[in-house]
């Protein structure tokens, strides 16, 4: 079998190319092209003389998403949701990470307040319906957004991880009023207790929607114009795989996918040279991930976060930061030197803060 790995980063892309019947093993970097994706997934396959008519397998791990949430240039996110739970992402936890500095901050929410929608509909704890949902609100609503941009749309009901019906009611009349749209909801992404968190990890899913749903179709209609006749395939945050469609219907669930790549090489080499306790370190031009591993086993979580905000899917439990390799340094108006999330990324190349 034939296989290609590629990992894009925020200043390189390197790819990786591997024949199991031959033993024939070649790699190759290229530098990341930010503006398209797609062409630096290219360009290290052509340094490598990858011919993908002939090639069997071909698996990707991504730091797109991860990168956009950390310097906070994904997709306008607008949400609908239960009539007063309006301020639950601003709310967010009571809870004090930092003990002892007065002045600490919560993250700011993705979605402003004026991009939340209420709606009166009422599901209740036990799943039974208070207040039925009004179509005719939601296709106001749609009217509405008809005259915004096209962005990213999520909603997020009160109990829909117990009866989803409203939320899936009204992303269907969303759906078909605004196909430029992309439109998800919480009870299809995390159908779980906890509105913050299932709120915020949907509103997540939806910043980075669109813009990896749009480099997903690139990429997979660039491979097959080159003769790739095989399933794009993408590391998941849990170190399994997944198609490019589902990938690109639920991002949220490669917020790790290039680090994921990473902690399961680690293991490998690992078990090679009798190492099972380790400490990966993953620095690349935008952030620094690093995972630490007991015993050679995978460490799986579904409580994570990524720059302060929450992310409850299936995923290793590397910690990432937003200061990388390229991450520019600045001074705030206090005249405090501060690093990131902001990086030099590609272009004009590769930098060190």
């Not at 992402?89 to 002045?103: Q, S, W």
């Not at 993705?110 to 036990?126: N, T």
Request: net charge negative; with cysteine; proline share 5%.
């Amino acid at each position: 079998m034939r296989m290609v790995g590629v990992d894009v980063g925020g200043t390189f892309t390197d790819a990786v190319y591997y024949d199991d019947q031959s033993g024939e093993l070649a790699w190759a970097k290229a530098p990341s092209t930010p503006h398209a994706p797609a062409g630096g997934v290219l360009a290290a396959m052509d340094r490598n003389g990858v011919d993908l008519s002939t090639t069997d397998r071909f698996v990707h791990g991504v730091t797109i998403g991860t990168n956009a949430i950390l310097e906070r240039r994904g997709a306008p996110v607008w949400v609908i949701t239960t009539k007063g739970f309006r301020d639950t992402l601003e709310i967010a936890r009571t809870n004090r990470t930092v003990l002892y500095d007065i002045k600490t901050l919560k993250p700011a929410s993705l979605v402003p307040r004026q991009r939340v929608v209420e709606v009166d509909e009422r599901v209740l704890a036990d799943g039974s319906v208070l207040r039925a949902l009004d179509l005719d609100e939601i296709r106001r609503i749609a009217e509405r957004l008809r005259t915004e941009p096209p962005a990213a749309l999520t909603v997020c009901f009160l109990h829909s991880y117990l009866n989803g019906a409203h939320e899936e009611a009204a992303v269907k009349i969303l759906r078909a009023a605004l196909p430029d749209w992309f439109v998800c909801h919480s009870a299809e992404i995390l159908p779980e207790m906890r509105e913050y968190e299932r709120f915020n990890t949907t509103v997540l899913n939806a910043y980075i929607g669109p813009l990896t749903a749009r480099y997903l179709g690139e990429l997979s209609r660039l491979m097959r114009e080159r003769g790739y006749r095989g399933a794009v395939h993408l590391m998941a945050s849990s170190g399994g795989i997944e198609t490019a469609e589902r990938a690109a219907r639920f991002p949220v669930h490669t917020v790790l996918s290039g680090p994921a790549g990473g902690v399961a090489a680690a293991i490998h080499l690992g078990g090679l040279v009798g190492v099972r306790n380790l400490i990966t370190y993953d620095m690349g031009g935008t952030s620094t991930d690093v995972c630490l591993i007991e015993d050679l086993n995978v460490p799986l979580t579904s409580e994570q976060f990524i720059d302060g905000l929450p992310v409850r899917t299936p995923q290793i439990e590397i910690n990432s930061v937003g200061a990388g390799g390229g991450s520019i340094a600045w001074v705030d108006t206090g005249k405090i030197l501060k690093v990131g999330p902001k990086s030099a990324g590609a272009v004009p190349g590769p930098a060190c803060y």
